[in-house]
């Protein structure tokens, strides 16, 4: 049944949405002004100042700064040369939460990284230097092996140090975390462009072995960094939340332009055009704009501890992590089929096409509110897009790579969502919170299951080796 009952206020969403530059003007701010906005950097804070002006402005309440520790990195020069067979220097940059540290070892090429790859006690990987290609969806598996897996794989079959080699040509070396529960690697990890790494392979094809030696010099040590907070409160219900939320530090060698800030600017979008057009709703919209999610999900991880009391009443939590950028943005839910149902209708009812899709995976920061049980879900590609980051984590990752109507569709999208979040009565809101066994169960169903298991181990050895 086609039945829209917030038609007029749908109307002067899409149209002020459609027709306004603000989205781009911020991105561009976020971008070009304040840098990268990695952790540490001084354009983190000046970003994070200018997103609370912007929500001040735009009407919301209670917008403020909440401060969080955590463990921070510094980029340091590495090196890379090859000793033998052959002689010469490779061009290369730590991974976040590299430890410094020189390393002399032979070269084993994991291949694309697949989990096959490193059968345990028998891969041959101890003592070496491993290293695999950024490949998403390696030979034979169903689902997105992510760095930290094979990074953490590497670690449980005693390699030394770890190469990350970009599977796309010409992007140059990809980076991205390889700390873990807040403590830094314990091994040496770098990454190099494709073609870098795909020299290094033919080396090892050709000669049987190759020795490498590898020096980092990067600077682990506790820093403070911000979460950006605010809300429009609701008429009826203000204690239900509704939140949306993106990070908005981007890693250090890029402008993080599509990841994340297209999301950071789409969640202030959204909150311009819901303070402007659908304020009040019967429950509180709050919008987070989180810091340091790249080296280890940290501002919302303090979010959910510091407000551990109140997450009972987070109705359900939106993330928009580069949601500007996404191809074929649509309402993906972690894994609450109740809530698929009530998403129906609502597609149904508006003429604004989106797919709905249901997935869970831990790489963003809705995943501290899943792991607390609350209904989560995203902006993001449905289907679900395999290919993997294209230009993001790279320097390539840069302004010129987003568009207007990108980031339009990602906040009328969310806009549209939020509204009907915000509106369904309490006593017909279908879902409750998880208990931390049904949150165990979701994460023990077969698809989820080996990579939860491997994830458990990985953060077992981070433990041992800090004790
Ligand atoms: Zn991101």
């Known amino acids: 049944m086609r039945d829209n ?58 917008v403020h700064l909440e401060p969080f520790d955590y463990l921070g990195w510094r980029r340091g020069p590495a090196e890379l040369e090859v000793l033998e067979p052959v002689q010469r220097t490779l061009a290369c940059i730590s991974l976040p939460h590299s430890p410094a540290g020189e390393v002399k070892a032979e070269l084993f090429d994991a291949g694309d990284g697949a989990p096959v790859t490193f059968e345990e006690g028998s891969s041959g990987m101890a003592g070496k230097i491993v290293m695999a290609s950024s490949e998403t969806f390696p030979a034979g598996s169903k689902s997105w092996v992510h760095r930290s897996e094979k990074f953490g794989r590497s670690l449980l079959n005693s390699a030394r140090a770890f190469i990350f080699m970009n599977h796309y040509p010409a992007y140059g070396p990809a980076t991205g975390g390889v700390g873990r529960g807040g403590r830094a690697a314990p091994i040496p990890a770098i990454s190099v462009s ?62 993080g332009a599509q990841d994340p800030a297209s999301g950071a600017a789409a969640v202030l979008e959204a909150a311009r055009l819901l303070a402007a057009h659908a304020s009040p709703l019967p ?17 919302s991880k303090a979010y959910v501890d510091a407000h551990s009391d109140e997450l009972d009443e987070i109705r359900f939590y939106l993330n928009m992590d580069g949601a500007g950028a996404v191809t074929n943005k649509g309402l993906v839910i972690n894994e609450w089929g109740a809530l698929e149902t009530l998403a129906k209708t609502w597609q149904r009812g508006i003429a604004y096409p989106f797919e709905i899709g249901q997935s869970v995976n831990a790489h963003s920061d809705h995943y501290p509110f899943l792991l607390r049980g609350i209904p989560t879900g995203g902006i993001e590609s449905v289907p679900s897009s395999t290919s993997g980051r294209g230009y993001g984590h790279t320097r390539h990752d840069t302004l010129d790579k987003v568009e207007l109507r990108e980031l339009q569709d990602a906040a009328v999208l969310a806009s549209l969502l939020a509204i009907r979040l915000a509106s369904v009565p309490p006593e017909r809101w279908p879902v ?33 080796q800090a004790e």
């Open 432 to 464: 409750t919170r998880r208990s931390p066994e049904e949150v165990g169960a979701l994460l023990d169903r077969p698809e989820y299951r080996e990579t939860a298991e491997v994830q458990r181990k990985i953060s077992a050895f981070y433990k041992s």
């Open 194 to 255: 494709n073609e870098d790494g795909s020299f290094l392979r033919r080396l090892l094809k050709r000669h049987g072995a190759v020795t490498l030696r590898i020096k980092t010099t990067d600077v682990n040590e506790p820093m403070v960094s911000w979460n950006v907070i605010g809300d429009l409160p609701g008429s009826e219900h203000p204690q239900e939340l509704v939140m949306l939320g993106s990070h908005y530090d981007g890693h250090d060698i890029s402008q």
């Open 283 to 299: 429950c509180t919209l709050r919008f987070a704009l989180w810091g340091v999610e790249e080296i280890g999900l940290f501002g």
């Open 5 to 62: 009952p917030f038609l007029e206020t749908d109307r002067a969403i899409v149209g002020d949405g459609y027709t306004s530059f603000e989205a781009l003007d911020n991105l561009t701010i976020l971008c070009d002004d304040f840098g990268s906005r990695f952790g540490g950097t001084e354009g983190e804070k000046q970003a994070a100042d200018f997103m609370a002006e912007k929500l001040e402005h735009y009407g919301l309440q209670n």
